[in-house]
T-cell receptor
């Protein structure tokens, strides 16, 4: 079983929908939680990171972490066709220099 | 002006050959990485260097050898290529050692081994 599990999708939604992307993990040592967006044939780009449990909002994006359930989510409000991409969750431990462990990504398509 | 650039973008080669991928960053970062992304989009770290010093060396076959001639460059040499080496290889950099994921990735080098 992988340390980080993520539904690969694809997930197809109409423009304007609220999108929910999720990851579960098994390693309780993870303290930092990230979401990356990866467009086709491009490298991943960091959307946001969260430390420990709680919520973090950045524009249309909200990240949630529930460490008790080992479950993290990314919500995208008012989704746009330009949000169509693969979304990767990633996690790391408390020490700087701890490696990132990635999920396999969820492919999202937002239909105009 | 590309922040993290990799060459070549595409590489098609025969099994048993040796190949290199080069990476350069112009962000002034101290830390550089090599990641491998397989066909299922799973991204896994291979190596990280901080100020030219090897920090992370995952369980990668020793056919893979990274080289960091200076802080701005991290190259990857692969000997005796195998079919399973086919993947997209991403170079990334960060300001320093980080666990907050603030990495800048290149566009990837797509390696196909026939």
């Amino acid at each position: 079983q992988k340390e980080v599990e993520q539904d690969p999708g694809p997930l197809s939604v109409p423009e304007g929908a609220i999108v929910s992307l999720n990851c579960t993990y098994s390693n309780s040592a993870f303290q930092y939680f990230m979401w990356y967006r990866q467009y086709s044939r491009k490298g991943p780009e960091l959307l946001m990171y969260t430390y420990s449990s709680g919520n973090k909002e950045d524009g249309r994006f909200t990240a949630q972490v529930d460490k008790s359930s080992k479950y993290i989510s990314l919500f995208i409000r008012d989704s746009q066709p330009s949000d169509s991409a693969t979304y990767l969750c990633a996690m790391s431990g408390a020490s700087s220099g701890d490696k990132l462990t990635f999920g396999t990504g969820t492919r999202l398509a937002v239909r105009p | 002006d590309t922040a993290v650039s990799q060459t070549p973008k595409y590489l098609v080669t025969q099994m048993g050959n040796d190949k290199s991928i080069k990476c350069e960053q112009n962000l002034g970062h101290d830390t550089m990485y090599w990641y491998k992304q397989d066909s299922k989009k799973f991204l896994k770290i291979m190596f990280s260097y901080n100020n030219k010093e090897l920090i992370i060396n995952e369980t990668v076959p020793n056919r893979f050898s990274p080289k960091s001639p200076d802080k701005a460059h991290l190259n990857l040499h692969i000997n005796s290529l195998e079919l399973g080496d086919s993947a997209v290889y991403f170079c990334a950099s960060s300001l320093g050692l980080t666990n907050t994921g603030e990495l800048f990735f290149g566009e990837g080098s797509r390696l196909t081994v026939l």
